[in-house]
């Protein structure tokens, strides 16, 4: 083995550059230092120091290394040189002159060892008189790289020297290399002795001198890995293959180097098995392996990012993966020191956190969604946050139950505005599996026509009547109970099922629309919501007009309600608005006041309606609260919309609304949703 001695520099040791390879090198005029690029940090060797009369340590960041040696003009190639190996490149190398001009130098380095993450640790470098026969550069380069084991072999007369050779093989080659056997000889028995059984006919085939020869002509060096099993462990070898002939075309003589790479290749494997082809983190593997060490409790977390699909639907999939390196990054750097994490698939990671305390996790949870959301303004992307399932993990708690866990609580947050993080109760449990009964009903009940649609009529507040309605749906069970949207709308929207839901109760209401006009000669625009998820659907514009047409209804008798907060967030949303407001269909904005926009930004859109939510209208009466809603529906109407007054309860409201030229009024003051039949009294008289 090399010994290696070390120097210390604020603090930290340092590995010199090998005594012993100086000592060979000094003979050619070659000078070795080695760079500890995270650190700024270059340490020369003895020999370096006195002939250029430098000291042993410089930092490279508070100027150029080592000025007694670097020419004025070539100050700049330096810091160059410098910059290329921190950014990735394994070899460099540049042509420098001496402090004086006249004495030109080849200076190069390569990267001995990595971190975890790629990025270079330990770097080797010399400078060579670059006056010496340019083909001992590649020579010297191969012995720098802390070869263990470094021989010249002269394929013509079957010499071969030894550079330098570790214990064992010469033990066990010494009298072979005396005997002047062929390298390919020596090689024979080595690939006997010790390559691995699968691997011995390959390497045979690739170390006889003819291929040897026939590589060296494409190439004036070649490497190979291979594995050796040596006292019953596995032990990855590279060989270095340098051919130093005269005359380059031919192979008379080559420099053969053996160095140990196993620790490599082993950061090599474990990347290839933990690393993410995605988002270039950790994978599920590592995550998984890594809870298995753990043996205190903690915390599981499970996080999805809200409106991911969007910024793929609407960015693009490369775009989609850049912002899903960035979110892996986030993860990564918050958890660190704390726990570890993987990326599942798609936009979800799972994290360990070794802590119980809720306002811990709470803490990080907050700071990753920060700065998740940072990531909207900074790639000017569709909104996104993250949202967080978190369960308490217990030593021996199998990884896919701690994950169905977190998921379940994640669920209860998921498709709604408000809190971004839910904790785990038993409660759970109960939710989700009834949440599941109604995916399962869903074809079924579609079928059996278990889907009812109620109206609520909309009035005006000035003489009273009724001038519209809104279909809201409801769903009605085998046993004659009746169920809420509130309760299935948001299971249908996670799953993928509403567009199929919204076009029903399109359908419904259109044929519904066309029975009254046929029978009364009259009847009120029915609005019909229309949930995020369908605006997804390119052909929904042509499919509406289509069953309007075909039932035989005018479109402004079916308007389309669309929330607020669809309309900011996402381009494509108020395109399909606007293709909607074209084909004939009016646009209501539905739950206006709920979300985070202004009527200026909503301004950008074609719509006939504004709908001003109930959680506004439950303000009237409040001195604050009347000032905005008065300055609302002004704006409103000032940009040319029809403004309709949702939840309203009470005749206070109803006045105020009314003297402030609110258009129409829906709320409980006037009407419940109601059946079929009785909204059609109501239509009839
Ligand atoms: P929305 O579109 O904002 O509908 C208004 C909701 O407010 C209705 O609840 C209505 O019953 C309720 N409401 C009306 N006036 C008052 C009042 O004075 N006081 C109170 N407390 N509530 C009032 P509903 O029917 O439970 O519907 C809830 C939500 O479900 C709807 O909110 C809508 O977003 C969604 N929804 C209903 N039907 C459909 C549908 O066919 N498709 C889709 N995608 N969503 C639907
Ligand atoms: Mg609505
Ligand atoms: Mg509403």
Redesign the pocket.
């Known amino acids: 083995m090399l010994v290696l001695k070390s120097v210390s520099f604020n603090g930290r040791e340092y590995t010199e550059p090998s005594a012993e390879t100086q000592k060979g090198f000094g003979v050619f005029d070659i000078y070795s230092f080695r760079y500890y690029p995270q650190d700024n940090v270059v340490i020369l060797s003895d020999e370096c120091c006195a002939k250029f009369g430098c000291k042993k340590v410089y930092p490279t960041n508070l100027g150029v290394f080592p000025k007694e040696l670097v020419y004025d003009g070539d100050k700049e190639k330096y810091t160059n040189f410098f910059n290329r190996i921190k950014s990735g490149e394994d070899n460099v190398s540049e042509n420098v002159r001496s402090v004086d001009g006249k004495t030109s130098y080849r200076i190069s380095m390569g990267v001995l060892e990595k971190d975890n993450n790629g990025r270079p640790v330990v770097v080797s470098g010399m400078i060579q008189n670059h006056d010496e026969h340019i083909r001992m550069l590649e020579h010297v380069q191969l012995l720098t790289g802390d070869y263990e084991n470094v021989f010249l072999v002269d394929f013509e007369t079957n010499d071969i020297e030894v550079f330098r050779a570790q214990e064992h093989i010469d033990k066990q080659y010494g009298e072979m290399l005396q005997q002047k056997h062929s390298f390919e000889k020596i090689m024979a028995k080595y690939i006997k002795d010790y390559v691995f059984d699968e691997e011995k006919i390959e390497m045979a085939v690739i170390f006889t001198r003819k291929n040897i020869e026939r590589k060296l002509m494409e190439n004036n060096l070649f490497t190979h890995d291979f594995r050796i099993l040596r006292n019953e462990k596995t032990e990855h070898i590279r060989i270095k293959v340098v051919n130093v002939s005269d005359n380059p075309s031919s192979l008379k003589r080559a420099v053969i180097g053996f160095a140990n790479v196993s620790k490599e290749k082993n950061v090599e494997l474990m990347h290839l098995a933990y690393d993410d082809a995605i988002t270039g983190g950790r994978n599920f593997t590592f995550f998984n392996e890594s809870l298995k060490q753990v043996n205190n409790e903690g915390t599981i977390v499970t996080v999805d990012i809200k409106s991911f699909k969007i910024v793929n639907e609407v960015c693009g999939m490369s775009k989609g993966d850049v912002i899903l390196r960035h979110v892996s990054d986030i993860i990564e750097k918050q958890v660190e020191g704390k726990g570890f994490y993987g990326h599942l698939n798609a936009d979800h990671f799972i994290v360990f956190l070794d802590t119980t305390k809720e306002d811990e996790v709470k803490e990080l949870l907050e700071n990753i969604t920060e700065n998740v959301e940072a990531l909207v303004v900074l790639f000017d992307i569709p909104k996104i946050s993250a949202y967080f399932g978190v369960t308490r993990w217990r030593v021996g708690m199998r990884t896919n139950v701690a994950i169905s866990e977190a998921n379940t609580a994640k669920h209860n947050i998921k498709g709604i505005n408000g809190p971004n993080l839910a904790f785990y109760r038993h409660e759970d449990l109960e939710k989700t599996i009834e949440e599941k009964q109604m995916e399962d009903s869903f074809e079924e009940a579609l079928k059996r026509h278990q889907f009812e649609v109620w109206y ?1 009529p909309k009035f005006s507040p000035v003489g009273h009547d009724m001038i519209g309605a ?4 409801r769903w009605r069970k085998k046993d004659g109970t009746l169920v ?3 309760r299935f ?1 948001p299971v249908f929207e996670r799953d993928g099922m ?1 567009p199929q ?2 076009e029903y ?1 399109f359908r419904a209401v259109c044929e519904q629309q066309k029975e009254w006009l046929d029978k009364f000669g009259k009847t009120v625009p029915i609005s ?4 995020r998820a369908s605006l997804f659907f390119d052909k929904i514009v042509d499919r509406y007009r289509q069953i309007a047409e075909d039932v035989g209804v005018p479109s402004e008798l079916v308007p389309l ?1 669309i929330t607020e907060s669809m309309a900011e967030t996402n381009d494509m949303i108020r395109d399909m608005a606007n293709k909607f407001n074209d084909t004939g269909f009016p646009i209501h904005i ?2 206006f006041g709920t979300g985070y926009s202004s009527l200026s930004s909503l301004n950008m859109m074609k719509f006939d309606t504004l709908k001003i939510d ?1 959680s506004l209208v439950d303000y009237i009466g409040n001195v604050s609260g009347d000032s905005l809603i008065k300055h609302t529906i002004a704006l409103a109407k000032e940009l040319g919309f029809h403004v309709t007054a ?4 009470t005749k206070e409201q109803v006045a105020f609304l009314r003297d402030h030229a609110c258009d129409s009024i ?4 006037y009407a419940k ?1 109601m059946h079929a039949d009785n909204f059609m009294e109501l239509l009839a008289g």
């Not at 809104?470 to 749906?473: K, R």
């Not at 019909?528 to 949930?531: G, L, P, R, T």
Request: hydrophobic fraction near 35%; glycine fraction near 6%.
């Open positions: 609520q809104e279909a809201l749906i809420y949207p509130n709308i509403i839901l919204d109760v019909i919501n229309v949930s309600e539905d739950d109930k949702e939840g309203v309860e829906q709320g409980f003051y949703p």
